[in-house]
């Protein structure tokens, strides 16, 4: 796609509309929990300002469900942005109409204004023409930096472009395509795949496609469930998608035609809840009635992290257990360590992934920290986002 960049346009002095993903979590007195998506749409922000142009961020937080609610408000988000930028961010009280008109029209070159919640009416969803226009009305020049939404038909990600000529990407966008892409292209090997996550369903475009791509995939979280089950396994109360057993076992049979080593867990911590009182290391193909597999287990750990040793090139997505629970998050931190002291050219995506890197304290040693999990696995299928689509030229 021929895509400009914001380094590309002619941005100075101009309103420069920046689609950010700026969905974080809050803390329960209203504070920004974790600012790393803010962090990482500064240097779009800041070349723009640098540009002297007059920005106008919009996001998303939260689920407000089309309305108005105070619980999704982005002013902690714009508070915490000034802190950052060192400069003052006018937060508008709508997404559009003339209180927001009138802060973006009384914007200075190097001005910052940030529309309120885009989801605060349903038409942001809906990709409303009307709502698109009035979006449009406030910008010269569209920046779309949101790579966690580009797979979503919004009217901030792809109807406001059909109503601005001037339109690219920003410096975010661009180092994610430029990462991701690199794993469809030729990589050192091995290549390995580590898909986790709760279901087959979600994952199964991408394993799909990267089947005639990598060498080895290693399958953790529930949604192993499925796989061991097609397998003959017995497992108890865990997390089953009886409905794509039928599925597996097809793509368990073409991965073998295809030479590509399928590991599976080994062993698992099963409990009856996730309080993790009473865990036990099970063997994860004969889960005991009353328990349900959690975790994967240590044996599935170590063999996991020899497999992840030998690996040249890693794409991550998806936690190995219930990650959220402190009893539960063992086998994903033993992953997020393999993966970073690997030496492998690595990219990790959605959201437990990217934290378990970060709780480890070895991000560093990550090649890319996708901002995208629904969108970094669409992109990986080989599908065409939406939000790029927009953006062509």
């Known amino acids: 796609m021929a895509i400009k960049t914001i380094s590309e346009l002619d941005i100075a002095g101009r309103r420069v509309f920046i689609r950010v993903d700026f969905n974080v979590p809050l803390t329960p007195a209203g504070g920004v929990a974790d600012d790393t998506r803010i962090r990482e749409s500064l240097p779009t922000i800041k070349y723009a300002l640098e540009k002297g142009a007059r920005v106008v961020l919009a996001s998303h937080l939260g689920r407000p469900k089309g309305r108005p609610d105070p619980k999704c408000s982005l002013e902690p988000v714009g508070a915490r942005l000034a802190e950052l930028l060192g400069v003052e961010v006018a937060l508008t009280d709508e997404p559009v109409g003339d209180g ?21 009416t349903p038409a942001e969803e809906a990709n409303d023409e009307g709502f698109s226009r009035a979006l449009a009305s406030f910008a010269d020049v569209f920046i779309n930096d949101a790579f966690g939404t580009a797979h979503r038909t919004h009217a901030s990600t792809v109807g406001i472009a059909r109503f601005i000529s001037q339109r690219g990407m920003g410096l975010l966008m661009e180092r994610e395509i430029t990462f991701l892409t690199r794993l469809l292209g030729p990589v050192e090997r091995p290549f390995i795949a580590i898909i986790g996550g709760a279901k087959v369903s979600d994952k199964v475009g991408v394993i799909d496609h990267l089947l005639g791509r990598v060498n080895q995939l290693l399958i953790g979280g529930a949604m192993a469930n499925t796989f061991l089950k097609a397998k003959g396994g017995r497992l108890g109360r865990s997390l089953v998608e009886d409905d794509k057993l039928a599925l597996v076992r097809s793509f368990l049979r073409r991965a073998a035609e ?11 911590l099963a409990s009856a809840g996730v309080n993790a009182d009473g865990a036990r290391v099970v063997a994860a193909h004969e889960i005991p009635e009353d328990l349900a597999a959690l975790d994967i287990g240590p044996e599935t750990s170590r063999g996991f992290a020899d497999a992840i040793a030998k ?27 393999a993966v970073a002291s690997s030496g492998a050219f690595s990219v990790v995506g959605g959201g437990d992934s990217v934290a378990a890197v970060q709780k480890s304290g ?18 990986l299928e080989g599908r065409r986002l939406p939000g790029l689509a927009a953006l062509d030229t």
């Open 100 to 120: 927001a008109k009138k802060v973006i029209n009384d914007l200075k070159a190097g001005g910052v204004a940030m529309l309120e919640n885009l989801r605060f």
């Open 258 to 268: 295809s030479n590509v080593d399928i590991l599976l867990p080994r062993d698992a």
């Open 311 to 337: 690996a040249k090139t890693i794409f991550w997505n998806g936690p190995m257990g219930v990650y959220e629970s402190e009893g539960f998050a063992r086998g994903t931190l033993a992953v997020a360590r």
């Open 362 to 379: 070895l991000a560093s040693q990550i090649a890319h920290l996708s901002t995208g999990g629904g969108a970094s696995l669409e992109f």
